[in-house]
């Protein structure tokens, strides 16, 4: 920045950036859009699969991350270019409504992106190429719901739901798991769900993690788990039959809002001052003991006095516990919320069949276990691991298994994974890309070819020779009219997703398909970038 004077004296600023700032305009841009999609879509490819690599993520504070997750790799990489952000953006939406898929679909985006690329070097308009993808991608979507099969599940029949949240589950870290946690995952969604109306709660459903033990040790308790114990340690740790009382209100005297002053100068107003306040927590205890509570939670703390009082009545009490938690509590063992001790009847208690405080390995870690509730409708799926990041990577893993879970219930379609819908639908807009006479068919085939992409990366991610392996499975489904066969990754010895039990959902895999198409579409409008030289 330099300081200037014009004729008449009048100083003006002369900014020195200014100069140095460029601006993309056409196919320039377009291409460089381009590139900086792709660049985030090769980084999650080797990342699909079975096979698929996992990526180290170090935050500025020196926080690691361990995850082949799509979504939480992109949230956690620091993107500064604008068209790279769209891609995060693809896969958090992706994340949000299906839960499953974020890394399959950024590299289905990318995929498109290099075949429009190559469209728009011939000379194609990006407007066309965008209106060949859009009938493409409509085109793709009804092949799918005509190549998808239903099943049907109850309370007693949960394999098919297990089986495909095993197909999500084996990506990930836990894959040697996989039986295990996706039998607790449905068992948790089937708990919280509403089968009629044919929805899913999963605010119902908590989370909750431990270091120690090992990741076959993650059970489920059809009740709630909470970090905390007992607010005294010669308190009881086993209360069968509990009434538990839940309160908001602190267990210590009224604080006047004004600004006051006790002036004590004598031994007697001391006692007597002494003897209010254990009056008031006297009472406080005694109502708690009238309406029947065997039990306390309280939102708040309470000083060693009330802590000493509650053990000498019997009342064993459990303090700082949080609000998320309180209306789990509240959900499950059917109790209210009480904001002050004078609301404080029976009727308000929760009933809990047992509560128990339960100890962990030599670190002294107690956690409280609230089970047998009057209403299952709250669960807790807890997590071991041998280190803090195993854990983190379970619960996200566990979350993906309990969205597929929730969206089977919601529709329970499902597509053959293994990348056989993908070439199914290649090949269905392959030959619809024939009967349309215009510039568009060049666009519906390049759409064609880059869902091809996402079965060559499982077969490379594989260690499979993906132009072979793609070639042979799809002249086989040519062949046999036969939709289910993919790319067999785990080396069974078959092509045949049905045999393999490997399902995805329909719903998750439209929206990946749709959500592509839509950001696809957007990134090729774009012909005008203005910005400094250094991005």
């Not at 059809?222 to 340690?233: A, I, N």
Request: proline letters at 4%; one cysteine or more; glycine letters at 8%.
């Amino acid at each position: 920045m330099a300081l200037a004077f014009d004729e008449y004296g009048r100083p003006f600023i002369i900014i020195k950036e200014q100069g140095q700032k460029f601006r993309l305009r056409g196919l320039d841009a377009q291409k460089s859009n381009i590139a900086a999609a792709k660049a985030v879509a090769q980084i999650l490819r080797t990342s699909l699969g079975p096979k698929g690599m996992d990526k180290i993520l170090s935050s500025p504070d020196g926080d690691v991350t361990i995850s082949n997750d799509g979504a939480t790799i992109l949230e956690q990489m620091d993107v500064d270019n604008q068209i790279a952000k769209l891609m995060v953006e693809l896969s958090r939406s992706q994340d949000y409504e299906i839960g499953d898929g974020t890394t399959g679909v950024v590299v289905l985006a990318g995929a498109l992106l290099e075949q429009a690329e190559r469209l728009l070097e011939r000379g194609i308009h990006p407007i066309r190429v965008a209106e060949g993808y859009e009938t493409a991608s409509r085109i793709s979507v009804e092949h799918l719901e005509r190549v998808a099969n239903k099943f049907e599940f109850g309370v007693t029949d949960l394999e098919p739901l297990i089986q495909t949240c095993m197909t999500t589950l084996s990506s990930k870290i836990v894959n040697r798991c996989k039986r295990s946690l996706a039998e607790i995952a449905v068992k948790a969604v089937l708990a919280v769900a509403d089968l009629e109306r044919k929805d899913v709660n999963l605010d119902l459903i908590k989370v909750e993690g431990k270091v120690g033990g090992k990741l076959e040790d993650t059970e489920l308790i059809y009740g709630v788990v909470v970090d905390k114990d007992m607010s005294h340690p010669q308190m009881p740790k086993h209360i069968e039959d509990a009434k538990i009382a839940i309160l908001t209100c602190p267990f210590e005297p009224p604080k006047p809002k004004t600004k006051h002053k006790v002036d004590i100068d004598t031994v007697e107003k001391f006692q007597t001052l002494r003897k209010q306040e254990q009056q008031y927590f006297d009472d406080m205890v005694e109502k708690c003991k009238d309406v029947g509570a065997t039990l306390v939670i309280c939102q708040w703390g309470f000083d060693d006095e009330a802590n000493h009082l509650l053990m000498h009545r019997n009342l064993p009490a459990v303090r700082w516990v949080g609000g998320v938690e309180l209306e789990l509590i509240a959900i499950a063992t059917g109790g209210r919320i009480v904001p002050r001790f004078q609301e404080l009847t029976p009727e308000k208690l929760g009933k809990a069949g047992l509560v128990r405080e339960k100890s962990f390995g030599t670190t002294k870690d107690r956690m409280l276990y609230i089970e047998h509730c009057a209403n299952s409708k709250a669960v807790t799926i807890f997590v071991r691991g041998g280190n803090k990041m195993i854990i983190e990577e379970t619960k996200r893993s566990i979350h993906d298994a309990l969205c597929v879970a929730r969206n089977l219930i919601r529709n329970n379609s499902i597509v053959y994974g293994g990348g056989s819908s993908e070439i199914s639908c290649s090949i269905a807009v392959e030959a619809a890309s024939d009967k349309h006479p215009g510039v568009e068919q060049y666009a519906i085939r390049a759409f064609g070819e880059a869902l091809e992409y996402i079965p060559m990366a499982l077969a490379e991610n594989s260690g499979l020779q993906p132009i072979e392996t793609l070639s042979s499975v799809k002249s086989q489904q040519i062949k046999d009219n036969y939709p289910h066969y993919g790319i067999d990754c785990n080396d069974v010895g078959t092509n045949d997703m049905r045999e393999q039990n490997v399902f995805e959902t329909l719903i998750g895999k439209q929206q990946q398909i749709l959500l592509a198409t839509q950001v696809v579409k957007m990134i090729l409008k774009i012909d005008d970038v203005i910005s400094p030289s250094e991005y």
